[in-house]
Nanobody, 124 residues
Framework: QVQLVESGGGLVQAGGSLRLSCAAS????????MAWFRQAPGKDRELVAA????????RYTDSVKGRFTISRDNANNTVYLQMNSLKPEDTAVYYC?????????????????WGQGTQVTVSS
């Protein structure tokens, strides 16, 4: 089993920055991929960004391209999401997810493990 623990959420003004961290423990794996999803009130959960362990390939949803950066520290089993130029519409609960396969999938069901989520609130 793999446990994922997110940290770094909070309240920030529009235009500000936050960095989310996701620490993996337990039966971690060196292949596969990790991702950040988010869910705003009344909306479906959506993929924000994903990264492949092996070659650090990434993908982003269009609304965060150029503002958010996903990165990983394989030695410490940690994935980060640097969020800059935050907007009120970025307000959501952000979830870390991991999958044992390497494809950078957008679907929730493609991910095997999930964190508990961390709230990000961007005020206008």
């Amino acid at each position: 089993q793999v446990q994922l623990v997110e940290s770094g959420g909070g309240l920030v003004q529009a235009g500000g920055s936050l960095r989310l961290s996701c620490a993996a423990s337990g039966r971690t794996f060196s292949n596969g991929a990790m991702a950040w999803f988010r869910q705003a009130p009344g909306k479906d959960r959506e993929l924000v960004a994903a990264i492949r362990y092996s070659d650090a390939s990434t993908r982003y949803t269009d609304s965060v391209k150029g503002r958010f950066t996903i990165s990983r520290d394989n030695a410490n089993n940690t994935v980060y999401l640097q969020m800059n130029s935050l907007k009120p519409e970025d307000t959501a609960v952000y979830y870390c997810a991991a999958r044992r396969s390497t494809g950078l999938r957008t679907e929730e069901l493609a991910y095997d493990y999930w964190g508990q989520g961390t709230q990000v609130t961007v005020s206008s």
